[in-house]
């Protein structure tokens, strides 16, 4: 995981009004959401089985996250690595799989180690900038 440096930290926006803008972007609602936390992830990289992603998480400080108009502080944006198998398993939950029983096989690697830092840092830095551009350019964000 490598965390990122950038001006969207500690911003201040509307839940569904940033979703609807940053949808266009390429980022989509992370799986791991409750009312109050989440996070806005979106690919930089996907390769044989490896994808880089830029995850920025935000907190829920007035209503619930399920909710157009709940009000949400952005975190410290980073960028994570997540290695996945390619192909079919060859273990006893095969079957499954094949048989559409078993929807997903487990990563090898949900945080997984990323080559060239500096190439990462910057793609994840320019993607927070496009991202701020637009919520900047719609008046989206106030500072807490």
């Known amino acids: 995981m490598l965390k990122l440096q950038t001006e969207l930290e500690g911003q201040i926006a509307s839940f569904g009004i940033v979703s609807d803008c940053i949808q266009e972007l390429g980022y989509h609602l992370g799986g791991n959401w409750d009312f109050h936390k989440g996070c806005f992830d979106h690919i930089l990289c996907n390769e044989g089985g490896e994808t880089i992603y830029i995850r920025i998480p935000f907190f829920v ?12 502080n952005f975190g410290t944006p980073y960028v994570i690595k997540h290695v996945v198998h390619v192909g079919l398993d060859r ?3 095969s079957l499954l799989d094949a048989t559409g029983f078993s929807q997903f096989q487990q990563p090898i690697d949900t945080d997984g180690k990323i080559i060239d830092k500096n190439r990462w840092i910057h793609a994840g830095e320019v993607a927070v900038e496009n991202l701020l551009k637009c919520m900047h350019a719609q008046n989206l964000l106030q500072t807490s």
């Open 91 to 93: 273990d006893e939950s």
């Open 61 to 72: 400080m007035e209503g619930e996250l399920d909710h157009y108009e709940a009000i949400i």
